[in-house]
């Protein structure tokens, strides 16, 4: 999941570009560079941030109208400047951006070696470089952009590619293939990135090209045709509405703290224009014209990863038990390989912040081959996932920028549970008195979310006791455990220590072993139907002299008599806990990770839109 950006336009490029890549910085941190054109390719390229690279280009004339830029997430090779992108074709004609991963590269290397062709470094773009540049010498007396179509007919993988011609100085050519890639139409200028935020500042008139599309760009002109063949044709352009200062950090240190106390707003977002003004009904139309004989749907089919993942078994619990429909949860990139026994009466549902993970794609695309029904849940208009669905349920959560899921997750689960009050209501399961407390219930989250703000400097003392523990564990009973699972991957993904989310109950058949006085255990016992048996959970752990931290209802007593620390949060309906835990959690993984100096906004790895598998 790296970020690509282009231009191509009468300004200078390299500002432009590599305030794009600023923006794009999230989805791949490894390494950066850029390549300008102007009678001259120049190219830099650094492992590390963009600051490095802009450190590196410092004092260098790059000047040029033309030029793409790349951020890199590893996926062939390690992060060095060799690997990094963009790569020139050995003759240096040709330069390329790769955000994909190419399947038949070793095949193709192989070929280009016999021609006579080196490498320089171990990544699958350099090859296709090259392989664009064999081609091109096959057809001399083709065009760039017939060339890259016809050489992009045998390559397998995914690709979302920007492509300079040394030979061409007045276009660019890009394609997309299973990676995300839009356009932006400016006046006389032309803007190609990963994702709409990278550019919006500059336009708002965007082209979503579909998977198979080869792009071609002059500073005036736009032609897409599809890579099989066919007619070029001026591609429709979107007008979007993304407001450029959620781009900000808004004074905020980081964008997941900005995006931790965006949260009220958030939610409150998602819930707008979705209650009937008596507060008893849910309003989806997305659904009424989606779901003409809710009957029909014999099971549910949730299909996500990471943070998705969580809210999707959340899913899970509340469907089935208030709705009355078969639900089960599954990691997409298990479900696409598995063969799964899916028919007409089946809803898959996908949930996704990004809409461009390459295995919940996959998932849905799988589901839809063998009859099913789509919808998803999904926080980017225009994204891979919702443009696959029948009917897609938006967040409204606005950007996300942070790696870690924090807003994403408390409005999905949102929308999981004005989903379920819907099909519920379809189902004949609630009565209206049953709606308007579970709807009167909702529309009070903001405001409790703010009030669990307070619990700031109590969290930052507990991180302070755990931000050297070997191990922590996150336990958690009906729904419940999700949020644990939630909480765990918040911290190991910021912090860097091992953490683990499991139902309170397996405890024992287990992870009991790892706890000692140095193991933290962090307890999801609010009150609610399990509440006794967390408490025993609780006195297993103490009788091992774990470190009991305990995420409580306001004025609960008994857990304080056996936890070392309690953070007591409102008490609120069991359908609404994974939202209110979810601020301490998030808070607690924050501050842990400061105190350890990481970044909390890129944390090593990661990166915010997995886009390939
Ligand atoms: C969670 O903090 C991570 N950002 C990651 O697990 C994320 O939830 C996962 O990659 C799924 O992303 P998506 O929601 O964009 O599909």
């Known amino acids: 999941m790296c970020g690509i950006i282009g231009y191509l336009g009468t300004r200078e490029a390299y500002p432009l570009l590599i305030k794009g890549l600023k923006r794009l910085e999230y989805r791949g941190y490894d390494s950066a560079g850029i390549a300008v054109l102007n009678g001259s390719l120049s190219v830099y390229k650094k492992m590390g941030k963009v600051a490095v690279l802009e450190h590196y280009a410092s004092g260098e004339k790059v000047d040029g109208n033309i030029g793409i830029g790349h951020t890199r997430w590893a996926t062939h090779g390690i992060p060095s400047d060799l690997n990094s992108h963009p790569h020139l074709s050995n003759s240096g004609r040709l330069a390329i951006i790769h955000n994909g991963i190419i399947e038949n590269y070793e095949v193709l290397r192989t070929e280009l070696m016999a021609e006579g062709y080196v490498f320089h470094s171990d990544t699958d773009t350099e090859v296709l470089v090259n392989y664009f540049e064999s081609v091109l010498l096959a057809e001399p007396n083709r065009a760039i952009s017939e060339v890259i179509s016809i050489a992009l007919r045998r390559v397998t993988g995914s690709y979302a590619i920007v492509v300079l011609d040394h030979q061409n100085p007045d276009i660019l050519i890009a394609a997309r293939k299973g990676s995300p890639i839009v356009i932006g139409k400016g006046a006389g200028e032309f803007f190609i990135s990963s994702d709409v935020n990278a550019i919006v500042e500059h336009t708002r008139d965007i082209i979503y090209p579909m998977d198979g599309d080869v792009i071609a760009l002059t500073k005036n002109t736009i032609m897409v045709r599809n890579l099989e063949g066919g007619q070029w044709y001026v591609p429709e352009i979107k007008v979007v509405t993304n407001a450029v200062e959620e781009l900000e950090k808004g004074g905020y240190a980081s964008f997941m703290l900005k995006e931790i106390n965006d949260q009220p707003v958030s939610i ?157 209501d379809k189902k004949g399961k609630l009565t209206e008195e049953r709606r308007k407390e579970l709807l009167g219930g909702l529309q009070a989250v903001p405001e409790l979310v703010r009030q669990a703000f ?118 609120v309906e069991e359908a609404l806990l994974p939202i209110v835990a979810a601020v301490p959690l998030q808070l607690l993984a924050y501050h842990t990770a400061s105190l350890l100096g990481h970044d909390v906004d890129q944390p090593r790895n990661l990166a915010k839109s997995v886009t390939v598998e």
């Open 268 to 424: 409150a977002n998602c819930l707008a224009g979705r209650i009937d003004i008596n507060g008893s009904r849910v309003v989806l139309p997305e659904l009424d014209l989606f779901f003409p004989d809710i009957n029909a749907v014999k099971r549910i089919i949730f299909v996500a990863c990471g943070t998705s993942y969580h809210a999707s078994l959340y899913a899970g619990y509340l469907i089935e038990s208030m709705a009355g429909i078969r639900v089960q949860a599954e990691y997409a990139s298990e479900f696409r390989y598995r063969d799964p026994v899916i028919d007409g009466s089946d809803l898959v549902v996908a949930i996704s912040q990004s809409g461009e993970t390459a295995d919940t794609i996959a998932a849905v695309e799988l589901a839809k081959q063998r009859g099913a029904g789509i919808l998803s849940l999904c926080n980017v208009a225009g994204s891979s996932i919702p443009r696959l669905s029948s009917a897609t349920i938006y967040l409204q959560a606005g950007p996300e920028i942070g790696v870690a899921s924090t807003k994403a997750f408390t409005t999905q689960v949102t929308a999981v549970l004005l989903t379920t009050i819907y099909l519920a």
């Open 454 to 571: 307070a619990l700031n400097d109590q969290v930052a003392a507990v991180a302070k006791r755990i931000k050297d523990a070997p191990t922590i564990l996150f336990l958690g009973r009906g729904i419940g455990f999700p949020v644990a699972l939630e909480g765990a991957l918040k911290l190991k993904e910021l912090s860097y220590i091992h953490a683990e989310g499991h139902p309170a109950a397996e405890m024992k058949h287990g992870p009991i072993a790892l706890i000692d006085a140095h193991t933290p255990v962090v307890f999801i016992a609010t009150q609610g139907p399990l509440y006794e048996k967390l408490l025993s959970n609780m006195q297993e752990v103490k009788a091992r002299k774990g470190i009991i931290i305990a995420i409580v209802s306001t004025g609960d007593v008994r857990a304080k008599e056996l936890a070392d620390h309690c953070i007591e949060i409102p008490a």
